[in-house]
């Protein structure tokens, strides 16, 4: 008995293994996804952080996803719950099958045998450790799991079935998620690659602007359109991968479904029929112990009949079990005697309804006469009717005993009709041998030892009904079952017909006949629905494709709409901007235009006041030229700010020299300084250079704004202080030279108010210059030919509201402009001066505090020139210098920068300078020295004022030989008077100082030299200046050369007229004795530009030669150096750039028609030096 | 005597006039203060000058713009050399003109320029006319003896 029980142990421990072990691989590949997941994960995670309005998106996309998958989710979580609920049932089975062993077992135990009892209890410890086994195994998978397992305790008590299978589900729901997450993750990998590209593309496109290439940015949309086209070419194969994808997966899960739902059934068919075979083998056992094994007999049919009744629910699929004895033929009639009936045959015609109910035996035959028979003598109730058959009569009844007597194992019958139910049927057939036989027993020796048949018939599809019916979604398949031993022509034994449906699952059944083969076709009721997961993901993903591609499309269109625009707009900048400078051109033509008539007008005033006019007349007319004047400065003004906005303006390059330009400034406002009564005062740092290279009338003009700025803006009182110096000296702080301006910058920072000119407070000057970027970065290349000089306009007037000092250098700006200001002018002076500055590659800035004053500081770079060959104007003075040399003047004065100023002056022209704060030190200054020494003794009006009487007895004291100059801002009569009154003579120097004054006032009071008057050539006319010259007039015009030659001629020159360029060219080849040549600029042929050029190659060639030695001086009329002066005639200033005059060789240039004082300026320029 | 101041003054209004219509400017009176005892005929001399040089001047310039291809650098040349005399001289009104004429000329505008030739034309023979005139008083006034005032 034990044999049986141990495979059927086995069996289940077999199956169950197998469904975890199922499980396990269920978890390893989800955990297996999970992992694979991780890296993408990891790589997204960056991105993720950057893109986080992306990842909301994605969010959104996931949560349209989450949707559509629910509902799959669901219905797949219903299946699986079918199946795991059919696992448990099976649970159930095998529980149930162990307590029947155990009901059998008390059953048995009805009968009074202590063998079986302990042999019972033995089977009972078996099946305890089998239950523990099943406990343990199903421990391992996993907690929860075991948790479920526990709660299946009752069911062991056999209390109804219960399990949930919610674990199993997570595991499959966590495996559906993986998948989902899978298609999630590579959707959010193409949402965010793709705005990484476009920004990147984005980014392309920028640079491609950049680069304001037309035709690469072009190219880049063209190549950004074939990137799009890529990018959604990706999109839809990824939606039709991912469709694929999912679909395959579906169906993988539906055939695995499918699969297990078939395995399941088919082992529960395969184990129930088997539990009900090791029954009846056990009957078997049973009768071969207690029939054969007992004499008499320990079984007859009533305790036959009642025990199989009574174990029946053992063998739910039989309909009834019977003992048929081995009769052979010469015991039938001992056995019929005994038993008191005929064996009888089965009825041919009925054969395949053997253990019909209804058959009546006593109307069957009595059985034929044969070797052996196989009468029915015990049977269950419900077969009690086949007693006495003989069942050896039964064609599939005889080759069933006889294949089981010989095997010793259950065999079967081929399906055939049930009589009564109409079933198909099969009947099972064990041998029960006398003796017990060995394993390993021959056929012979078992067919020996049989003594009797065990049967029992099976009603097969009830059978299957029935055990389908306990099983969960018997709705979804279809189950058949075949009876295969015959392949070609299989028998169905239940199930309805075959539909196709699609999916097919076979499994083989082994009933335990290795004779007889069986298969269980499994099928879908239903074909598969449409793959709604699979469609609404790749859906999805290639709607997201087309959306981004629509909006890539759109944002590539928007680019080149952009780019286009840009390219619009740039085109029409510059049009603007070439409308600006056609503005400013037209602005300089006509201010040009408008200059040429008010001379006109300003002329004929100067000649209507030189008529005879009464007072009021002559006051009216010189208003009237006292307005024009402004308005022609004004227009001035505006040329020249139109000039250089229209980028004509360029700079003249000539040495000149700095004291000269800023003497100039200084006379032209000493009129009004002296009306106003403000100091004004100049000095320039004996480090520059006296001759610099640059233009000087730019300069001038800048100097001139300031002066003028500060001179409109301060009252009364103060000082205007003008000063130069070397960029350099103000920044080598520690180690500056100038003593000026030691004292200036030091005495801002102690804020002393005798450390200026006047002895106001001044505003911080380094101030001014602290913006200037170049000042200190002079490089050292261009240092040695190069200069920056920097120029300070100090004053002590009103100063700049702050709000307005940033407007200050704007054009047509002012502080104040209001219409009821109480300052005038166009607000153009500084906006030049900026610009002017900048030309000159300096920079301009200021400093400025309201009630304090201002002052502003430029830097301007100009040429050095180191030799000193210099011909201007200063050299008429130059005489006069030479006269002073050497002498010695001593200064009272004690306002250190005023006596500098003084000082610097002085020592320009060559005297030596004492200093000295009063009259005290002075007298002891005189008398300790020797007093010849001094020529000049200058005192500042302002200390004659403070101590007059002192001054007048110092100046009593006084030596005739040395005399005193009072340096005042204008001729005080009061104090005229008192030094004649005193009898005594001193000399006023009017304010400001400047050489020329200077100069001329020494010339009158110091007995030095020649007392001849120097320096009248100013006064000389243009008759002195061109007396007995020869001058060539060359003009392709008749009349303007007769013109030309009457004006010249009337100055005294000498004239000789050619009429083209070619002729002019002949002419002045050398040797020639000409002065100077007048060229007309526009002549056919060789224009005065080219007649220049040749003449001055020709020239050239010639001073090589005598340079060399190859011809003699005399050749050339003892000429060294030929080089005659050429002045271009023009009648349109605006267009003769005197610089491409400059440039041909040229020296100058006249208007035409003449004008007298530019004809004397131009002239006097060559002639003086000559 | 009545006469030559009758004269004198009839010469100093009609010179007057002659500014103040706008013939001449500026540089007639220096033209004029350039005459002296050295150069006593400057005047006329230089005026007949320009009248000879215009004359060939307005009959190239006839020529030129009546060729089938009008070369207007050379029409620009000569108008070129007409504004220099007629500003050398101070005829204002000629130099005007040919101001103008350039411009059309810069333009190659044909209609412009025939139509400044007739200005031009108009202008020259307008301002000979008044020339001629001052000369032939001042030669009335020299002639009956007295002297041609000088204007400032």
């Known amino acids: ?1170 | 005597m009545a006469a030559v101041s009758q004269l004198q003054r009839q010469f100093i209004d009609y010179t007057t006039s002659l500014y103040n219509e706008g013939y001449l400017d500026d540089q007639f009176t220096q033209l004029q203060q350039l005459q002296d005892e050295s150069n006593p005929d400057f005047v006329v001399e230089v005026v007949s000058l320009f009248f000879e040089d215009s004359e060939k001047l307005l009959n190239n310039l006839a020529t030129a713009l009546q060729q089938k291809s009008v070369d207007y650098n050379q029409v620009d040349s000569h108008v070129h050399q007409f504004k220099g005399s007629s500003s050398s001289i101070g005829a204002k009104q000629v130099t005007n003109v040919c101001i103008h004429f350039r411009n059309f000329c810069e333009a190659k505008n044909l209609d412009g320029c025939l139509r400044c030739l007739q200005q031009l034309r108009h202008e020259y023979i307008l301002v000979r006319t008044k020339l001629e005139a001052l000369f032939r008083l001042e030669q009335q006034i020299l002639q009956a003896g007295g002297s041609v005032p000088v204007m400032e």
Not at chain 1, 344 to 353: I, L, N, P, R, V
Request: positive net charge; aromatic residues 8%.
């Open chain 1, 1 to 1170: 008995m034990s044999f049986p029980q141990e495979i059927q142990v086995g069996v289940v421990i077999m199956s169950l293994n197998c469904k975890i072990s199922g499980l396990n691989g269920r978890l390893l590949t989800s955990s297996k996804m999970r992992k694979a997941n991780k890296p993408l994960r990891g790589f997204n995670n960056g991105w993720k952080w950057k893109r986080l309005v992306l990842f909301v998106l994605v969010l959104l996309v996931a949560v349209g996803f989450g949707l559509s998958w629910f509902s799959g989710v669901f219905r797949k979580k219903m299946e699986i719950t079918g199946t795991s609920e059919d696992n448990s049932l099976e649970l159930v089975k095998q529980f149930n099958v162990s307590k029947d062993l155990l009901h059998e077992l008390a059953s048995s135990s009805f009968e009074p045998d202590q063998i079986t009892t302990s042999k019972c209890t033995k089977q009972l410890g078996n099946e305890m450790s089998t239950k523990h086994e099943i406990s343990c195994s199903l421990n391992k998978p996993d907690h929860e799991q075991n948790v479920e397992m526990l709660g299946q305790c009752p069911i062991h008590d056999g209390k109804a079935p219960s399990v949930r299978s919610s674990s199993i589900n997570g595991t499959l729901a966590r495996e559906h998620n993986g998948i989902i997450k899978g298609c999630m993750w590579a959707l959010f990998v193409l949402v965010v690659c793709s705005p990484i590209s476009c920004l990147w593309i984005n980014r392309k496109a920028k640079m491609k602007k950049k680069e304001h290439a037309q035709s690469v940015s072009r190219s880049a949309g063209r190549w950004m359109k074939k990137l799009l086209v890529l990018f959604v070419l990706t999109g839809v194969t990824l939606s039709i991968w991912l469709f694929w994808y999912l679909n395959e997966g579906i169906q993988l899960r539906r055939k695995e479904t499918l699969a297990s739902m078939c395995d399941e059934r088919a082992r529960m068919l395969q184990d129930q029929f088997n539990v009900s075979m090791n029954h009846v083998h056990a009957l078997a056992i049973l009768v071969s112990t207690f029939y054969h094994g007992k004499q008499p007999p320990a079984i007859d049919q009533k305790t036959f009949g009642e025990y199989t009744e009574r174990t029946s629910f053992e063998r739910p699929l039989t309909t009834g079990v019977s003992y048929a004895l081995r009769v052979r033929h010469f015991e039938r009639e001992k056995f019929e005697k005994e038993h008191g009936w005929t064996i009888k045959k089965m009825e041919t015609e009925d054969q395949d309804q053997t253990l019909a109910q209804d058959c009546d035996p006593q109307n069957l035959d009595p059985s034929p006469i044969q070797d052996e028979y196989a009468p029915v003598i015990l049977s269950q109730e419900t077969v009690s009717h086949i007693v006495s058959i003989d069942m050896m009569s039964g064609k599939e009844d005889r080759g069933n005993i006889l294949r089981a007597r010989a095997s010793g194992k259950g065999v079967l019958t081929s399906p055939f009709k049930l009589l009564k139910s109409n079933h198909l049927g099969v009947v099972l057939t064990f041998a029960v041998y006398s003796t017990h036989l060995p394993q390993d027993a021959t056929p012979e020796q078992r067919i020996k030892a049989t003594v009797g048949y065990l049967g029992a018939s099976y009603d097969v599809p009830s059978l299957v009904e029935k055990l389908l019916h306990q099983l969960a979604s018997k709705q979804t398949i279809v189950v058949n079952v075949y009876d295969t031993t015959n392949i070609s022509a299989a028998i169905k034994m239940y199930g309805p017909d075959e539909i196709d449906t699609g999916l097919l699952r076979i499994n083989s059944l082994d009933f335990g006949d290795p004779t007889r083969k069986h298969e269980m076709h499994c099928r879908f009721k239903q074909r598969p629905p449409p793959p709604w997961t699979a469609i609404l993901a790749s859906g999805g993903v290639l709607t997201i494709t087309f959306l981004l591609g629509h909006i890539f499309y759109a944002a590539i269109n928007r680019i080149a709409a952009v780019e286009r625009d840009y390219r619009k707009m740039m085109a029409l900048k510059h049009r603007a901007e070439a409308a600006d400078v056609a503005k400013s051109q037209f602005l300089a033509t006509v201010s040009h235009e408008i200059r040429t008539p008010m001379n006109g007008v300003l002329g004929m005033l100067q000649m209507l006041m030189d008529t005879n006019l009464d007072v009021k007349q002559l006051d009216f007319a010189q208003t009237a030229h006292a307005s024009g004047k402004v308005l022609i400065k004004l227009i001035n003004e505006v040329l020249d700010q139109a000039k250089i906005e229209s980028g004509r303006l360029e700079l003249e390059a000539v040495p000149f020299e700095l004291h000269t330009i800023l003497d100039d400034v200084l006379s032209s406002f000493s009129t009004k300084s002296q009306e106003k009564g403000i100091e004004l005062a100049v000095y320039v740092s004996n480090h520059l250079p006296e001759v610099v290279v640059g233009d000087p009338a730019r300069f001038k003009k800048i100097i001139t704004n300031l002066v003028a700025n500060s001179l409109k803006f301060t009252h009364d009182r103060g000082h205007i202080f003008v000063s130069v110096h070397l960029a350099d000296e103000v920044t080598r702080e520690n180690d500056m030279k100038d003593d000026i301006l030691k004292k200036i910058l030091n005495g801002s920072k102690s804020n002393l108010a005798r450390d200026t000119l006047s002895g106001l407070p001044v505003v911080d000057r380094k101030k001014s210059w602290e913006n200037f970027k170049k000042l200190r970065g002079e490089d050292s290349i261009n240092e040695s030919e190069k200069i920056k000089i920097l120029v300070t306009v100090e004053d002590t007037g009103v100063g700049i509201p702050i709000s307005a000092q940033s407007r200050i250098f704007m054009p047509f700006m002012q502080a104040d402009s209001s219409p009821s200001r109480t300052y005038g002018g166009t607000g153009i002076g500084l906006s030049i001066s900026k610009r002017l500055v900048g030309l000159m590659d300096g920079e301009i800035g200021f400093v400025s505090e309201p009630g304090t004053g201002s002052t502003f500081s430029f830097t301007v770079v100009f040429m050095r020139k180191e030799t000193r060959s210099l011909d201007t104007v200063l050299q008429q003075n130059h005489q006069a210098i030479l006269e002073f040399r050497g002498l010695r003047a001593l200064v009272i004065d004690p306002k250190d920068i005023r006596v500098e100023v003084t000082r610097y002056h002085l020592q320009r022209m060559g005297i030596s300078v004492e200093i000295t704060s009063n009259f005290d030190s002075a007298q002891s200054y005189l008398s300790a020295s020797n007093s010849s020494g001094f020529a000049a003794i200058l005192v500042d009006q302002e200390v004659w004022d403070q101590e007059n009487e002192n001054g007048l007895a110092f100046l009593r004291g006084l030596k005739s030989s040395t005399k005193l100059f009072l340096l005042a801002n204008s001729v005080s009569s009061k104090i005229q008077d008192e030094i004649k009154s005193a009898n005594l003579v001193a000399t006023f120097v009017e304010k400001p100082l400047r050489l020329s004054v200077l100069i001329s006032c020494f010339q009158k009071t110091l007995p030095v030299g020649n007392n001849r008057v120097v320096a009248t050539r100013k006064q000389s006319n243009l008759g002195n200046l061109l007396r007995g010259k020869r001058i060539l007039v060359v003009d392709d015009n008749i009349v303007n050369r007769r013109v030309a030659e009457g004006a010249l001629k009337k100055y005294g020159a000498i004239v000789t007229c050619v009429n083209s360029g070619k002729a002019a060219v002949e002419k002045l080849k050398p040797p020639h004795s000409f002065h100077a040549c007048f060229m007309d600029l526009q002549m056919p042929e060789v224009d005065g530009f080219e007649a220049t050029r040749q003449i001055r190659r020709i020239e050239s060639v010639v001073n090589e030669q005598i340079k060399s030695g190859e011809v003699s001086t005399e050749t050339y009329g003892k000429v060294g150096h030929w080089h005659t002066p050429i002045l271009a005639m023009t009648a349109d200033v605006i267009r003769a750039r005197d610089e491409e005059c400059i440039k041909c060789g040229m020296d100058g240039y006249v208007s035409k028609p003449f004008e007298e004082e530019q004809l004397y300026s131009a002239a006097a320029c060559f002639f003086e030096s000559g």
